[in-house]
DNA sequence: ACGTAGTCCTGACGGC
DNA sequence: TGCCGTCAGGACTACG
């Protein structure tokens, strides 16, 4: 799915478009992503209201509505919007389609594994997603010292885990979890309290930079993901581990390996990555 | 309180 | 060509 830089460029793409416009009905093909199974329920929810506005918060995308509720939508691995999607280019596993007043919105999930909130504003965070959220890494709150103490709460976990771990720091993913050892030189096989000081200064410095250059060329695109307008990120073209298996480092002579960690692919450099 | 496996699904790819 | 196993930007639940 999207992680944190990808989230970030859908919903900006998507509160640049659609702030302030009406939403004027919803079509339903298929409901299995909403928490609420009953169709009129879900319309009566979300029809004849305006988009206040639209944000990310961790990996979870909230449209924030006029009439005091919210819509949640958590991508998963394959969840995604297409603005102005014509009838005759109607995607595969279209689940459902809002029409505004800026034409069709659709919402496509080849997995089907999204899921989509819809929620008092005032209640959002008795949402499962939003109510145990960690320190969103792109924001003031994660400042150095937040992060020395997280990493202590946590004295089991491998670096790689930690990363993952969204109550403890949001949004990223399994592409950027490799990507940020990487260039931190921490194997992630490392358990995260044995990190010394100047590790953990790097660590923290590789999470802001490997966000905010993945956000400044709007994600990663390895197969499904698409901005609000249907585009490839750039930042698959900048990965130096993820997905790059017996392939040279670029930073030694080494090559770079493929392991599984807790069910999941970690790519690293055993040479670099201490 | 852990780690691990199973689960929701579809599609792409490699091996035979 | 096709069939089969494996794997995929996630995260919950169940089990030992």
Excluded at 43 to 71: F, M, Q, T
Excluded at 165 to 187: C, D, M, P, R, T
Excluded at 213 to 242: C, H, M, P, W
Aim: hydrophobic content about 30%; glycine content about 4%.
């Amino acid at each position: 799915m999207p992680e944190l830089p990808e989230v970030e460029t859908i919903s900006r793409d998507l509160n640049s478009y659609l702030k302030n416009i009406k939403i004027n009905s919803l079509i339903i093909f298929d409901n299995r992503n909403f928490k609420v199974k009953d169709d009129k329920i879900i319309k009566d929810a979300i029809s004849n209201s305006i988009i206040s506005r639209i944000y990310r918060a961790g990996k979870s995308i909230i449209w924030e509505l006029s009439n005091s509720n919210s819509i949640i939508f958590h991508l998963r691995m394959t969840g995604k919007f297409i603005i102005n999607q014509q009838n005759q280019d109607k995607e595969k596993h279209t689940m459902f389609v809002l029409s505004t007043e800026k034409g069709q919105i659709a919402f496509v999930d080849i997995r089907k594994f999204a899921t989509v909130d819809i929620i008092e504003t005032k209640k959002l965070n008795t949402n499962k997603y939003l109510q145990n959220i960690g320190i969103d890494p792109t924001t003031e709150e994660f400042s150095y010292n937040t992060f020395e103490k997280i990493i202590s709460s946590s004295p089991k976990k491998t670096s790689k885990q930690f990363l993952l771990e969204q109550n403890k720091l949001v949004g990223i993913g399994n592409i950027y979890a490799s990507e940020i050892l990487f260039k931190a030189k921490i194997s992630p096989y490392r358990l995260i309290k044995t990190l010394s000081k100047p590790e953990t200064l790097l660590l923290y410095s590789s999470v802001k930079n490997i966000l905010a250059d993945a956000i400044q060329l709007r994600g990663t695109t390895f197969s499904d993901y698409r901005d609000g307008f249907n585009k490839k990120g750039e930042f698959q073209n900048k990965l130096k581990v993820y997905n790059q298996n017996n392939k040279n480092c670029s930073y030694c002579e080494g090559k770079i390996k493929k392991i599984k960690q807790n069910g999941r692919s970690t790519y690293y450099c055993q040479n670099c990555q201490k």
